[in-house]
C-alpha cells in the first residue's frame, strides 16, 4: 500500500533520530536498542493511528500526534523482541534478520525491550500539544492495553497453550491471537479519539473498527505464517471467516481511506 509505505520511509528515521537523542551518548546500547528499527517493519500501527487522527481531523498536524504514534511503534518492537527470546518463542530470525538477542546476547535482548517499553511511557508523556487530562488516559490505556488486559495476558495464556495447561482449540488459540494482536490495534485507533474526542456514533464506529482490523490482522498474519488458527482451521474456513470481517468494515460509516486500510490487511501478502 503506497500511503503506508510512504508513511513507513518517512517516519523511521524519525524513531532512529529520536532514539539517538536520548540514548546516543550510550554507545552500544543505541545500538542495541535501535536495532529492531533498522530491520524493515511496516509501522502499520503508527500509520494507523494518523490515519485515524486525519480523519478525526483533517487539519491534523503530525509532528502534534507523533509521541503517540512512536510510543505505539515502541511498545509493538519490546513485544516483538521478548517475544522472540528463547524463553518465550526462541526465534533466531525476525523481518528476515537475526533477532536481537542472536545478534547481541540474551540479557542485552531483555534489556533492550525493557529500554524501549519504558521509552515509550517517557515520550506519552511528553505530548505537550493536548490537555494534560488527555494525556493521562492515554497514558492509562496504554499501561492497560500493553499489559493485563492485553497483551502480557495473551502472552500468558500463549505460553500456557504451548506447555499444555491451556487447552489447544478454536477458541482458545483465537483468544489469545485476539490478545497478542489487538491490544496494540485498538489503542493505534483510541489513541486519536481520545485526543479528538468526536460524537459519540463515530466514537463506536471507530471502536468497531479497530476490534474487526485487529481480528482480520491477525487471521491474515495466520493464514501468511501458517500459524496459530491455521493449525486447527483448514485456509478455506480462515479465508472466510477474514471475508466476513472485511464486509463488517465495509458496513461501518467510515471514509474510503480508513476502509482502504482494512481493504490492505484483507489482501496483504507479507
Ligand atoms: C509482552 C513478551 C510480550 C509479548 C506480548 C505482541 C506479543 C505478545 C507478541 C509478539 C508476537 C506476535 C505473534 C504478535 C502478534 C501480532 C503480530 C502479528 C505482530 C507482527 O506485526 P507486524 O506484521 O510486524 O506489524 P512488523 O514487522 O511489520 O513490525
Known amino acids: 500500500m503506497k500511503r503506508l509505505e510512504d508513511f513507513s520511509n518517512y517516519f523511521q528515521p524519525l524513531v532512529l533520530e529520536e532514539l539517538r537523542r536520548r540514548l546516543g551518548g550510550l554507545g552500544e546500547i543505541f545500538d542495541i536498542c535501535s536495532y529492531t528499527f ?13 490515519e485515524v487522527a486525519a480523519f478525526l481531523n483533517k487539519d491534523v498536524d503530525f509532528n502534534k500526534i507523533f509521541p ?3 510510543a505505539i511503534e515502541l511498545i509493538h ?8 527470546l528463547p ?15 542472536k545478534k547481541f546476547g540474551e540479557a542485552e535482548a531483555v534489556l533492550a525491550g525493557d529500554m524501549l517499553l519504558t521509552i515509550a511511557f517517557e515520550v506519552l508523556s511528553e505530548g505537550k500539544d493536548f490537555e494534560e487530562r488527555k494525556i493521562i488516559k492515554i497514558i492509562k490505556k496504554v499501561a492497560q ?13 500463549d505460553i500456557w ?15 489469545i491471537n485476539f490478545y497478542k494482536t489487538a491490544g496494540l490495534i485498538l489503542l493505534s485507533v483510541e489513541i486519536p479519539i481520545i485526543l479528538f474526542d468526536p460524537p459519540y ?5 471507530l471502536i468497531k473498527y479497530g476490534y474487526f482490523l485487529g481480528l482480520l ?10 500459524d496459530g488458527l491455521a493449525k486447527v482451521m483448514s485456509v478455506d474456513e480462515l479465508k472466510s471467516l477474514a471475508s466476513s470481517i472485511f464486509m463488517k468494515i465495509g458496513r461501518l460509516s467510515l471514509d474510503e481511506r480508513l476502509l482502504s486500510i482494512a481493504e490492505y490487511i484483507y489482501r496483504r501478502d507479507k
Open 161 to 175: 497453550l504451548q506447555k499444555g495447561k491451556v487447552e489447544k482449540n478454536v477458541d482458545n488459540i483465537r483468544l
Open 68 to 70: 503517540f504514534c512512536l
Open 217 to 226: 490482522f491477525q487471521i491474515t498474519d495466520d493464514i501468511l505464517d501458517n
Open 38 to 50: 533498522s530491520t524493515g517493519g511496516k509501522f502499520f500501527r503508527p500509520f494507523l493511528l494518523s
Open 145 to 157: 492495553y500493553s499489559s493485563y488486559r492485553y497483551l502480557i495476558t495473551g502472552q500468558y495464556l
Open 201 to 205: 456514533s463515530i466514537k463506536f464506529s
Open 87 to 101: 524463553s518465550m518463542d526462541n526465534a533466531d530470525y525476525r523481518r528476515g534478520h537475526l533477532t536481537v538477542h
Open 77 to 84: 518492537n519490546y513485544s516483538l523482541i521478548h517475544d522472540d
